[in-house]
């Protein structure tokens, strides 16, 4: 069975200073991985993801996210974090073998200090 | 383009009461997905579709949820009879299919109350 894991409720950094909010997975095959992102009282919107090839993957609003294979992990990271960063991030993951059920993280909250 | 709709954005019953969600997904779009999002189970898919066919709905909580998509243009969300536990906020997200089916595109969702 796929799973993801975000080991860290919430993430504090301050404005200007690299960010990484961290994601684990567990997947039989070769995984499909999300970022995404959720501001207070909206939907989720999608940041990046990772299909296949180079294993640094860059989305949206200046993130980006290292696909490691040998840890299993899918971490997101931005080098200048922005106030208007602090939002909720979940990561997803998806085995392509098992259709397009997506599962979802619990969520990192992030808040950037000014 | 609008993005997906949701109506309502907020509902609030009494247990024992029929709901009805709705959705709009993003035209064109060949993928629709139910979830639900709450505080102790986090977000959590309920059910999709694809071409307006139920793919899977392993995620469905009991029988009390039912779901149904009778054109590319619409789906609803159906609980009978609602339960306080039910309260959540539903999300429902649209995918264009080949080539980007795993970009989803959610909308606001629908904040449930059940009294």
């Known amino acids: 069975a796929q799973s993801v894991a975000q080991p860290e409720d919430q993430v504090n950094v301050a404005e200007g200073n690299p960010l990484t909010v961290k994601c684990t997975y567990s997947?039989?095959?070769?995984?499909?991985l999300f970022w995404y992102v959720q501001y207070p009282n909206r939907g989720l919107q999608f940041l990046l993801k990772y299909i296949t090839g180079d294993n640094l993957v860059k989305g949206s609003y200046g993130f980006e996210a290292e696909f490691n294979k040998s840890q299993t992990s899918f971490h997101l990271k931005k080098p200048s974090a922005l106030v208007s960063d602090s939002a909720l991030y979940f990561c997803a993951v998806r085995d392509p073998t098992g259709g397009f059920k997506t599962i979802f993280g619990a969520g990192t909250r992030l808040f950037v200090k000014a | 383009d609008a993005g997906v709709i949701q109506s309502p954005r907020h509902e609030v019953t009494e247990m024992g009461q029929e709901v009805t969600l709705r959705c709009k997904p993003i035209s064109g779009h060949d993928y629709l997905f139910w979830y639900r999002q709450t505080m102790m189970r986090g977000l959590e898919l309920l059910i999709y579709f694809n071409n307006n066919v139920p793919i899977d709905d392993s995620g469905m909580p009991e029988d009390r949820f039912s779901a149904k998509m009778p054109n590319a243009s619409f789906s609803t969300l159906k609980i009978q009879p609602s339960e306080p536990r039910d309260s959540a906020v539903y999300f429902c997200?649209?995918?264009?299919?080949?080539?980007?089916?795993?970009?989803?595109?959610f909308g606001p969702g629908t904040r449930l109350t059940v009294l």
């Open positions: 997200a649209s995918s264009p299919g080949q080539g980007a089916v795993d970009t989803q595109y």
């Open positions: 997947v039989s095959g070769n995984p499909y």
